[in-house]
């Protein structure tokens, strides 16, 4: 089975400032790793995935995430945040090959103030 | 990219009653769809996995009898929650993934609000 843990409910930060997003997994099995992010009554867009490969995954609106696999994180980062990156960011997992069920974290508020 | 759907957005039932929710995937076949729900401030859970022309594998915990999906086509997966009441209400979003979008993506529709009064 997996488990995903967001070490933080809310995180707020100045614009402009940079951002992580922390993301901690377990599995006993080889994941594949997602962020995706919530708008007020809106479904779910994807930021980044990582399947495989470089470790450094970028993605949409500036953000990136580096997979570590020996610590079963996959946290996310922004270098300079904006007022419009207020939202709910959610990190999941699922299992390799087809189209497998995500298992989602609790979710990060992300509170951007001017 | 590939768009899902969902209908209606919005949807007030009295309760008893039953309500249905449309998945559509506008412009790719979705061999699979995933239907979750989701409490105020709180995360999505998944309730069931439907494959094209299967039955749906419902999670644990999850009322197969009061939840009802169905996937007769490749482009449409509905959710019908029987005999609502009020402790149904919750934002019901659907995924779906399959030929024609990215693999091992899934890509959501924009939710629905059910409220059960």
């Known amino acids: 089975a997996q488990s995903v843990t967001q070490l933080d409910s809310q995180v707020p930060v100045f614009e402009e400032a940079p951002v992580e997003l922390r993301c901690n997994y377990s599995?006993?099995?080889?994941?594949?790793l997602f962020w995706y992010v919530q708008y007020p009554n809106q479904g779910l867009q994807l930021l980044l995935k990582?399947?495989?490969?470089?470790?450094l995954v970028k993605g949409i609106n500036g953000f990136e995430a580096e997979f570590n696999k020996s610590q079963t994180s996959f946290h996310l980062r922004k270098p300079s945040v904006h007022i419009s990156d207020t939202a709910e960011y959610f990190c999941?997992?699922?299992?390799?090959?087809?189209?497998?069920?995500?298992?989602f974290g609790a979710g990060t508020r992300l509170a951007v103030h001017p | 990219g590939a768009v899902v759907s969902q209908h209606p957005s919005r949807v007030i039932c009295k309760s008893g009653t039953s309500v249905k929710i449309e998945c559509r995937s506008l412009?790719?076949?979705?061999?699979?769809m995933f239907w979750y729900r989701q409490f105020p401030k709180q995360s999505l859970m998944l309730m069931a996995t439907?494959?094209?022309?299967?039955?749906?594998?419902?999670e644990q915990g999850v009322e197969k009898d009061k939840f009802l999906i169905n996937h007769a086509s490749l482009t449409l997966s509905t959710l019908t929650v029987t005999s609502a009441h009020p402790e149904d209400s919750s934002f019901y979003i659907c995924?779906?993934?399959?030929?024609?979008?990215?693999?091992?993506?899934?890509?959501f529709g924009p939710g629905t609000r059910l409220t059960v009064t």
């Open positions: 412009d790719f076949q979705a061999t699979t």
């Open positions: 439907s494959n094209e022309g299967s039955k749906a594998t419902y």
């Open positions: 995924s779906a993934a399959g030929h024609g979008a990215v693999n091992y993506e899934q890509y």
């Open positions: 599995s006993s099995v080889s994941v594949y």
């Open positions: 990582y399947l495989s490969g470089s470790t």
């Open positions: 999941a997992v699922s299992r390799l090959g087809g189209y497998n069920k995500l298992i």
